[in-house]
């Protein structure tokens, strides 16, 4: 079945390798270990579920305004398009920081020093998948490149 897979969707090996570290991380992220920090004061708590039902909202938003070049690998999809409306405009993976958002506020929430720390794993593997992800892009669509200059990588540019 795994060579058929691979054989299949013709995709390398580290896009294999990329989604499967994240998806550990985000298995161990729902699993909190007792690394918990001092209960947080209520306002902080609401904040940070505040903060991450924000996060939920710019996934999904990201999510649906990819449409159908959405993938959960680096590669780009054989058909897929490169989108430069809406969350795009400001921010190159917003889907990326949907997630970090997401998990940063319930890491707040649950006042877990384990959250954090797959939250800071999770920032990492992002930021590598970014790099191998934009090399790939930038193959795909020549304009990507000043795309690049307008654009934050997580967060918009400011200046």
Known sequence: LTSFIFVKMRLPLKDYILV????????AFIFDVSLTAHQLPLY???IGLIVSVIGIAIFI???????????????????????????????????????????????????????????ALLFLLFSIKVRYEEEKLTLKFPRYKNYMKTSGRFFPRLF
Request: charged residues 10%.
């Open 61 to 119: 938003l990201s999510i649906l305004q990819l449409s159908t070049s959405l993938s959960p690998f680096p590669t780009p999809k054989a058909d897929g398009k490169l989108i430069q409306t809406g969350l795009y405009k400001y921010i190159r993976h917003p889907i990326y920081t949907g997630i970090l958002v997401c998990c940063i506020g319930y890491t707040v929430y649950s006042s877990s020093l384990y959250r954090l720390i797959i939250v």
């Open 20 to 27: 499967g570290i994240q998806g550990l991380l985000f298995l």
């Open 44 to 46: 902080t708590t609401t």
